[in-house]
Nanobody
Framework: QVQLDESGGGLVQAGDSLRLSCAATGRAFSRHTVAWFRQAPGKEREFVAGLAVRGARTSYADSVKGRFTISRDNGMVYLQMNSLKPEDTAVYYC?????????????????WGQGTQVTVSS
């Protein structure tokens, strides 16, 4: 079992930066691919960024490429968000899957955090 707990969300202005953190517990966490998803009001949950167990490959949604960076360090997963835009406003979720490579399908992730709200004002 893996448990995930996000933090670091908040209210910022356009152009600001935020770093989201996800604390993971569970002995097998190091063998899980991890990702960040987000869900804005009235929209479906969407893939933001992923970091594979195999080869530490990363993948990003086109909308955040060049602005967001995913990383992990032992039991922590981070999402560094720079140059934030109002359209980045959403609840952000940390997720983990036993798949060895990144998948953008939320249904393939076994474990989820409770989410952290990010609001970007214009």
């Amino acid at each position: 079992q893996v448990q995930l707990d996000e933090s670091g969300g908040g209210l910022v202005q356009a152009g600001d930066s935020l770093r989201l953190s996800c604390a993971a517990t569970g002995r097998a966490f190091s063998r899980h691919t991890v990702a960040w998803f987000r869900q804005a009001p009235g929209k479906e949950r969407e893939f933001v960024a992923g970091l594979a167990v195999r080869g530490a490959r990363t993948s990003y949604a086109d909308s955040v490429k060049g602005r967001f960076t995913i990383s992990r360090d032992n039991g922590m997963v981070y999402l560094q968000m720079n140059s934030l835009k109002p359209e980045d406003t959403a609840v952000y979720y940390c997720a983990a899957t036993i798949w060895m490579d990144i998948t953008e399908l939320s249904s393939t992730y076994n474990y989820w955090g409770q989410g952290t709200q990010v609001t970007v004002s214009s």
